[in-house]
């Protein structure tokens, strides 16, 4: 039997984070680095990948620009496509989800004890779904459709609370008002 892994994560999740804590709990052996050349791309690059049970996963972490750059989501979309091709799952991380053990089930099907003390949603961040362009803005929908019930209510909740500091039309778009 072996033990579970631990992982502790100070502070919000970023990228840098997110490729030392797969690092960790993915086995050495399995683990392709960080900033791998898209297949058949010279520009463009994974953030990281590894050999998963189910073969290759290339994961992406997206901040902010993902939501609000439709260029950048094309981009993102080809690298998707180009990923399935080559037999890649791909997982990408929200910047408003932080990684926990739940997540990491969710998004990857791995198993330790994440210690992360952040809390999900929009915390610190002044990029709110209100500046997302429209494809963004599909994007987060889909996303929040997709969380475990427990992530999705704490977006939720971060997003209340930051009507109650800006105003709801400086923090979720018209269209996601009965998100609240």
């Known amino acids: 039997m072996t033990d579970r892994i631990t992982v502790k994560i100070d ?3 970023v990228q840098n984070e ?13 683990w392709r680095g960080t900033e791998v050349r898209v297949i058949s791309e010279r520009r463009r690059r994974w953030d990281m990948v590894y050999q998963g049970d189910l073969g290759q996963v ?15 989501i094309k981009a993102d979309f080809e690298k ?8 890649y799952k ?10 926990t053990t739940d997540t990491l089930a969710h998004y990857f099907g791995l198993e330790a004890d994440i210690i992360q003390d952040f809390p999900h949603g929009f915390i ?14 599909a994007r987060f929908e889909r996303e929040m459709e997709s969380l475990p019930d427990s992530v999705r209510q704490a977006v939720i909740s971060s997003l209340r609370l930051r009507v109650l500091e800006h105003g709801v039309e400086y923090v979720i778009p018209q269209k996601l008002a009965g998100l609240l």
């Open 11 to 13: 502070d919000y999740l």
């Open 18 to 30: 997110l490729s030392t804590a797969l690092q960790a709990i993915v086995e050495a052996a399995a």
């Open 58 to 72: 290339a994961v992406e972490f997206d901040g902010d620009a993902h939501y609000r750059d439709s260029l950048k």
């Open 80 to 87: 998707d496509e180009l990923a399935k091709l080559g037999g």
């Open 90 to 99: 791909v997982v990408r991380i929200p910047y408003w989800v932080q990684l």
């Open 124 to 137: 610190t961040t002044k990029v709110f779904p209100a500046s997302f362009c429209e494809l963004g803005i």
